[in-house]
């Protein structure tokens, strides 16, 4: 790592312009990283923010950990209003080895939440992500630094700025609810497609663990688009960003955008695990529930961001 990365003290996060649900990206900080530089006063698509209270330092050795959120909000601001998160994914990275994990959370998982008592940990959002990052930080007991929320139309908006996506679909998809239509290999995604395949659970092995994962997936796949584009191309880097700006508010300077880009760069999206978080289903009262089994993953996470 450069002297000039361990100068840099970041200030965000990565937009994952995902998910789905918002997800997205889904996508991680790395991944996203050129995506987040934003005017304020201009149409966003997807809110990204530092969590009050939380310090990170490039110098430190210390791993970045940043949640990852999407709205079931159909038509809103990319805070998602009030919605549900169905999009729910805390991204490590670990600078120095330049690889991390995307932990993927069903949005069924039943959890203690802040004023809520136990609940499904999707219903967190309907207080606002900060409630969400708490709720998350109190049950994997990770220091989350930055946190990016979306939804839908903001999600279909900003994929299709920056590009459709090629995106491995891990077996044949015929949901109608979600619209994910599609046969198992790669699949070319604009943003509706993209949402589709990030919300569908009916048509999936496992339900909700399956969705989940599959937003896991798309992260990825928008990680690799933009490693393959900006190794062809360094002025590729700043299209992004000037897309970015037209959908995308944050608070973190160009500057720092650009040292953040040039890591993103550096990733392999091989380094970077996508891992579920395993669980049972069962009922809460009259909710079907996921009871999660994480075992020791966030432990190991914890330490270095690497499972």
């Not at 549900?84 to 993927?104: F, M, S, W, Y």
């Not at 007991?141 to 090629?166: D, K, R």
């Not at 949901?175 to 589709?196: E, I």
Request: glycine share 8%; proline share 7%; charged share 20%.
């Amino acid at each position: 790592m450069t002297a000039g990365y361990r100068s840099m003290r970041t200030r965000t996060t990565l937009i994952s312009v995902l998910v789905l649900l918002g997800l997205t990206l889904g996508a991680a900080w790395w991944l996203v990283a050129p995506v987040l530089a934003a005017s304020p006063t201009e149409d966003t698509a997807v809110e990204i923010r530092k969590v009050a209270a939380s310090n990170w330092y490039p110098t430190s050795g210390e791993p970045l950990f940043i949640a990852v959120l999407g709205s079931d909000t159909r038509n809103g601001p990319p805070s998602g209003g009030g919605g549900r998160c169905d999009a729910i994914h805390i991204v490590a990275i670990n600078p120095q080895e330049k690889a991390g994990t995307i932990l993927n959370i069903p949005r069924d998982t039943y959890v203690a939440v802040p004023g809520m008592g136990r609940t499904k940990i999707n219903a967190a959002c309907t207080r606002g992500a900060p409630t969400m990052v708490q709720a998350l930080q109190n049950h994997t007991g990770l220091p989350i630094h930055y946190y990016a929320i979306t939804e839908f139309s903001n999600f279909v908006a900003l994929i299709n700025e920056t590009g459709a996506i090629n995106v491995p679909v891990p077996y044949a998809m015929r949901d109608s609810p979600s619209g994910a239509h599609f046969p198992q290999g790669n699949a070319l995604m604009n943003g509706t497609q993209a949402l589709a395949f990030s919300r569908n659970r009916k048509d999936t092995p496992r339900g909700d663990f399956s969705r989940t994962e599959n937003q896991g997936i798309f992260m990825k796949a928008m990680h690799t688009k933009f490693r393959e584009e900006t190794a062809m191309d360094l002025h590729r880097v700043f299209d992004y960003i000037k897309a970015a700006r037209r959908h995308v508010q944050t608070d973190v300077p160009v500057s720092e955008i650009v040292q953040l880009a040039m890591l993103a760069r550096d990733i392999d999206p091989a380094d970077i695990a996508n891992l579920t978080i395993p669980g049972s289903t069962g009922m809460a009262g009259r909710a079907s529930v996921v009871f999660p089994a994480p075992g020791d993953i966030y432990t190991r996470v914890k330490d270095d961001g690497i499972y």
